[in-house]
């Protein structure tokens, strides 16, 4: 199984919105794919849920299932993560995540310990993370082997880059998860009619080089409209249409970028 963190601290990214999809392109293929939320405003979840409505109904189970915030008991976990269709299963976010800031630093290594005692059941495991820096992100970040970072064109969001890639860095360099690999800064409701937008896109190009993915996720409102489906399966028209091309293009770049 390999596992994609979508991370930034900075709330209003799409980090939800780049993991739903991401999830939906490896359902599509055919792949066993886990979904976890760790994330206690619980968008992710409320996809996943929406998914297994359509598909199995409600089976009156979910109060049996693994939660975000059980994964902290490490590899002592006994349920199971709900299963939402037959490729997909959800791991989703409850009200105690709120408690991981506080937790001691041990216990953000138990996510992955979780994650691994699950491993052989799926293919890929997609983590939405929490809009925050310190402990939610570190657990995050120690359980995932890539990081793909979504940002905003906005003055905020750019600033705050520097802390997260300062996260990203101790994670590597105290050795809580050395082969953490950052698979990039993805470029997220770019409009393309301001100049803000453009310029900032341009400077971090120039800045980060090929730290910025090549694909770009435009501001199209068919992206905006996409809670409980993938952008390509919701009501067509030009915006749909653009939207879906570009939200394929950097799921397939994501995809072979970690060799899925």
Not at 18 to 37: H, K, M, P, S, T
Not at 159 to 181: C, K, P, S
């Given at each position: 199984m390999k596992t994609i963190a979508i991370a930034n601290q900075k709330g209003g990214v799409g980090k939800t919105t780049?993991?739903?999809?991401?999830?939906?392109?490896?359902?599509?293929?055919?792949?066993?794919?886990?979904?976890?939320?760790l994330d206690p405003q619980k968008n992710f979840s409320k996809t996943l849920r929406a998914l297994r409505e359509r598909t199995l109904g409600d089976q009156g189970d979910e109060l049996q299932s693994l939660t975000g915030s059980a994964l902290f008991d490490g590899d002592a976990i006994e349920l199971r993560p709900l299963v939402c269709s037959e490729n997909a299963a959800l791991v989703a976010a409850d009200r105690e995540l709120v408690d991981v800031a506080s937790r001691p630093l041990e216990d953000l290594h138990g996510p992955r310990a979780a994650l691994a005692k699950l491993a052989g059941d799926y293919d890929l495991c997609i983590i939405d993370t929490a809009p925050t820096l310190g402990n939610p992100l570190y657990a995050a970040l120690i359980a995932a082997d890539f990081v793909v970072c979504p940002c905003t064109m906005d003055?905020?969001?750019?600033?705050?880059?520097?802390?997260?890639?300062?996260?990203?860095?101790?994670?590597?360099?105290?050795?809580?998860?050395?082969?953490?690999?950052?698979?990039?800064?993805?470029?997220?409701?770019?409009?393309?009619?301001?100049?803000?937008?453009?310029?900032?896109?341009?400077?971090?190009?120039?800045?980060?080089?090929?730290?910025?993915?090549?694909?770009?996720?435009?501001?199209?409102?068919?992206?905006?409209?996409?809670?409980?489906?993938?952008?390509?399966?919701?009501?067509?028209?030009?915006?749909?249409?653009?939207?879906?091309?570009?939200?394929?293009?950097?799921?397939?770049?994501?995809?072979?970028?970690a060799a899925i």
């Open positions: 780049v993991a739903r999809n991401l999830a939906f392109f490896g359902i599509e293929r055919g792949l066993r794919v886990l979904c976890v939320d003055q905020d969001a750019i600033d705050g880059l520097g802390d997260l890639f300062e996260d990203i860095a101790r994670v590597q360099q105290l050795d809580w998860n050395a082969d953490l690999v950052t698979l990039g800064l993805l470029a997220n409701r770019v409009n393309t009619r301001r100049a803000f937008d453009r310029n900032a896109l341009g400077q971090l190009r120039d800045e980060l080089g090929a730290v910025v993915m090549e694909g770009v996720l435009y501001d199209r409102a068919a992206t905006q409209y996409a809670k409980d489906r993938p952008v390509w399966r919701v009501q067509s028209g030009e915006s749909q249409i653009l939207a879906a091309r570009e939200m394929k293009t950097v799921c397939s770049q994501i995809f072979d970028k």
